[in-house]
């Protein structure tokens, strides 16, 4: 998968939001194609928006199209036929004329277009998605006017995942607001909680931007998770290209460990991604600035943006919560309770997890039942204990 990043100059965000989405659903769906006969991606807000591309292909729809496509191919080749269906919903009339193009570009997959509010729509759409279906939800606004709770009929399915588009930097500046209306759009969109007290009593103790972050997306994760019924939430942020600061962030929820196991993988990508882009755009910028065109090729290359994740202490502080999480000696575990929890907590992989349960068995820190000879990392059905 190579993106084309010229499209994306000047709005390198959305780079980020598209390669992360392409990355998670070619292996969400080449995955639950599998085991799954009908696969259903419903995109609420489909745009196009500001998009670049000659054929579109720089838009979350036509992303997760393609992913589709590469899916039912691929189950076609081996002898089993599944059905895929995409549900796209805009409502800017111009966009929509757009939008109604790809239809013919994706024979093979069953579209159905809605000029519409998606706020009116999803519980239309939920209540066409069959039974037994695996379901990925897209909700990818431009503001943050929805009522969280509507979204309940299609989130609650059994199968079914969402990526939303959390306008942090916008809720953010609405959540010290005092009209009424939009105290109570707030409110629709982060239920429940006492987030407004707490943020109230950090600012009156000088809170810094990321206390005020965490407050108000664990507020909003939390909402999330109750009201579709997720197991795990994870959070991404999108950073301004040229500005430290959180413009939005893309909240995953799932209700499966492995989902949340492949949505870290592809995070971690999608990080990296952005640590690139975003030193790359600065660059760009302080040249364009001193007028040294000449320059610029030479240093696109060299310039990550390191200001996202320490990925070295992150796996430190995961370390730390693993070890939490296992009880000590004689009591234990089974590994495969244990793993997920860390994930939940911590932006690292299985495999970091993995890693790090081993060397805590070398130094003699844990206690594995069921680990043969040569065997590297825990399996899930292991029993673990701290020594
Ligand atoms: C941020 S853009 C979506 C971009 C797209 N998901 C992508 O990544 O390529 C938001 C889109 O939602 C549309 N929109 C705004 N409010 C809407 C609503 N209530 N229902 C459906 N679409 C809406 C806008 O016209 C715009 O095209």
Redesign the pocket.
């Known amino acids: 998968m190579a993106r084309d990043k010229a499209s994306y100059l000047g709005r390198e965000q959305?780079f980020v939001?598209?390669y992360l989405l392409e990355t998670y659903l070619e292996r969400l769906f080449q995955i639950t194609a599998s085991r799954f006969d009908q696969i259903v991606y419903v995109?609420?807000?489909?745009?196009?928006?500001q998009?670049q591309g000659q054929s579109l292909e720089?838009?979350?729809?036509c992303i997760a199209l393609s992913a589709l496509r590469k899916a039912k191919s691929f189950q076609a080749a081996r002898g089993k036929a599944i059905q895929v269906h995409a549900h796209l919903?805009?409502?800017?009339p111009r966009?929509y004329r757009l939008l109604e193009t790809i239809t013919p570009k994706f024979p093979d997959v069953r579209i159905s277009t809605y000029k519409?509010?998606?706020?009116s729509q999803s519980k239309a759409i939920a209540a066409q998605i069959p039974e037994g279906a695996f379901t990925f939800v897209?909700i990818?606004?431009?503001?943050w006017r929805i009522n969280t709770a509507e979204l309940a009929p299609l989130l609650r399915r059994k199968n079914c995942e969402v990526l939303f588009?959390f306008m942090f930097d916008f809720v953010n500046r609405a959540a010290s607001m005092t009209e009424a209306p939009t105290v109570a759009g707030i409110n629709e969109l982060i239920p429940g909680g006492e987030w407004r007290e707490q943020l109230a009593a950090l600012t009156a103790t000088g809170a810094t931007p990321a206390e005020r972050k965490q407050i108000l997306i664990g507020a909003f994760s939390q909402g999330l998770a109750d009201i579709g019924n997720f197991k795990f939430v994870a959070e991404t942020p999108v950073l301004r290209p040229l500005h430290d600061r959180v413009l939005y962030s893309l909240i995953f929820a799932t209700k499966k460990a492995r989902g949340l196991e492949v949505f870290r993988d592809c995070q971690l990508l999608a990080l990296t991604e952005q640590s690139k882009i975003r030193g790359e755009a600065k660059l760009r910028d302080i040249s364009t600035k001193a007028n040294q065109f000449e320059m610029f090729g030479s240093v696109t290359e060299m310039a990550p943006d390191d200001t996202l994740l320490d990925l070295p202490a992150e796996i430190r502080r995961a370390e730390a919560t693993l070890m939490s999480l296992i009880p000590l000696t004689p009591d234990s575990v089974a590994y495969g309770d244990v793993w997920p929890q860390v994930l939940a907590s911590h932006v690292v992989r299985r495999m970091h997890v993995g890693q790090m349960a081993a060397q805590m068995r070398t130094k003699g820190q844990l206690r594995f039942e069921g680990w043969p000879p040569r065997k590297r990392t825990p399996d899930d059905e292991y029993r673990v204990s701290r020594i």
């Open positions: 959305a939001k598209h995109d609420g807000y489909s745009g196009p928006w998009s720089d838009t979350s729809f919903v805009e409502k800017s966009a519409a509010d998606f706020r897209l990818d606004p431009k503001g588009n």
